[in-house]
């Protein structure tokens, strides 16, 4: 049984940093696709970056230098490290994953569509204050 389990979160000012980790256990394909997503209060659920496993990554826009998306295989553990965070930041944070590879070309879209990542954790909130 796969399960991720996210941490890290809280509340920090803005232009502070912050962590998060999602501890991965279970998982047993070859590749795979992980992201962050996040979710404001009555927001659709959005991509923020995503990494798979021959270390692709990508980033929407709006946390383009910013945020980081990266991965510790031993520790079977994906991080996002989010700095110069906004009060627009603020929202619950997911991570989630497929197997395969990221489908980096078919844009924003494909590469974070909701429906094909079947592995998700319970989030872990972020909030941000001006």
């Known amino acids: 049984q796969v399960q991720l389990v996210e941490s890290g979160g809280g509340s920090v000012q803005s232009g502070g940093s912050l962590r998060l980790s999602c501890s991965v256990s279970?998982?047993?394909?070859?590749?795979?696709?992980m992201g962050w997503f996040r979710q404001a209060p009555v927001k659709e659920r959005e991509g923020v970056a995503a990494?798979?496993?021959?270390?692709?990554?990508s980033y929407a826009d709006s946390v383009k230098g910013r945020f980081t998306i990266s991965q510790d295989n031993a520790k079977n553990t994906l991080y996002l490290q989010m700095n110069s965070l906004k009060p627009e930041d603020t929202a619950m944070y997911y991570c989630a994953a497929r197997p395969g590879l990221c489908d980096y070309n078919g844009g924003y879209y494909w590469l974070f569509h909701l429906g094909d990542f079947i592995y998700w954790g319970q989030g872990t909130q972020v909030t941000v204050s001006s």
């Open positions: 279970g998982y047993t394909h070859n590749s795979y696709c």
């Open positions: 990494v798979d496993s021959d270390g692709s990554t």
